[in-house]
Nanobody, 123 residues
Framework: QVQLVESGGGSVQAGGSLRLSCVGSEYNTNGCMGWFRQAPGKEREGVAIVGKYGRTHYADSVKGRFTISRDISENTLYLQMNDLKPEDTAIYYC??????????????????WGQGTQVTVSS
């Protein structure tokens, strides 16, 4: 069951930018939320997470290039991706765990997921 809806993926050249959005409901966006990605042949990995009170964490591979943010009033999570690299190519998923303040990098921690949006970066 899709409980979150992502948008904003697409194809860009290396060095370009994209902004992903994830819209949920007041029931599943009031806790920890995050962005994960999965490239072909690879396991799903955490990209960025934001706690209930706004504390953010990033994977080392995206630090300084990606920014996660949320608009609580709009039940929306964002991922601003700058200076994109070919290795960022993947399907990006939004995830949420309602009412939880503490986040996790484990994908199994999250109970709500989006359908995914493709991001393709060419060199």
């Amino acid at each position: 069951q899709v409980q979150l809806v992502e948008s904003g993926g697409g194809s860009v050249q290396a060095g370009g930018s994209l902004r992903l959005s994830c819209v949920g409901s007041e029931y599943n966006t009031n806790g920890c939320m995050g962005w994960f990605r999965q490239a072909p042949g690879k396991e799903r990995e955490g990209v960025a997470i934001v706690g209930k009170y706004g504390r953010t964490h990033y994977a080392d591979s995206v630090k300084g290039r990606f920014t996660i943010s949320r608009d609580i009033s709009e039940n929306t999570l964002y991922l601003q991706m700058n200076d994109l690299k070919p290795e960022d190519t993947a399907i990006y998923y939004c995830a949420a765990r309602a009412r939880r303040e503490v986040c996790s990098w484990e994908s199994t921690y999250y109970t709500s997921w989006g359908q995914g949006t493709q991001v393709t970066v060419s060199s």
